[in-house]
């Protein structure tokens, strides 16, 4: 953000106040350029408070967006792509292709088990040389997945997703699995977020 503001600086600076334009209307017109220097230091001054202030704004909102609590940006009642511990991995890989999802909650009734991913399926199915239609997916599973609270914040989610290297949490309260969020969720969220915001501005500007 920093290189940006000084970068738009520079270039409004050096359109607005190239020596060579200044220099040729030295030459021919010296009577009057005392007033167009000023003139244009205004215009140079007021897009670099512009600048300035447009990144301040965002940088607070972007900080502030990250202190939203996960359960007002996902959808409550949304489907959960979840299969049974006894289910094959082959078929697990196939609702997973078919879905274009990463992961698959695994449930027994209403109670979570595990959950698997694409890595499980590289890691412990490909690389140990299983046969995916004879292997059911509760024993290529990772177990008692990390979960989080739906009160959790996209900041802090981010951040556990960043520092234990994982990718999907679900997210569970008293029990039950609620849904599961994923790192791509999250940044497709933030992204998505502070292009309404520019596009409000951009709008904004042309009213005035």
Known sequence: MRKLLYKSATGIGLALLS????A????????????????YGMYAFIAFVIVVV??????????????TPLNEIFEEGEAIHSVGPDTPVSECVRL??????????I????????????????NKVLAGGLDPGNTKVSEVMTRD??????????????????????RHLPIV??????????????THWLVQDQMGEVQELVELAARS
């Open 145 to 166: 997945p990390y979960c989080i609270g739906p009160t959790t914040t996209v900041d802090d989610a981010m951040k556990l997703i960043t520092r234990r290297r994982f």
């Open 96 to 105: 997973m292709t078919a879905g274009k999802i990463g992961a698959l909650i």
């Open 19 to 22: 020596p060579a334009a200044l």
């Open 173 to 186: 309260d008293n029990g039950k699995v609620l849904a599961v969020v994923s790192s791509g969720d999250l």
């Open 54 to 67: 447009t990144g301040v704004y965002f940088m607070r909102l972007r900080q502030d967006k990250r202190q």
């Open 107 to 122: 449930m027994d009734g209403g109670r979570l088990l595990g959950i698997f991913t694409e890595r499980d399926a590289l």
């Open 24 to 39: 040729a209307t030295l030459q021919d017109e010296p009577a009057t350029i005392f007033g167009q220097v000023q003139m």
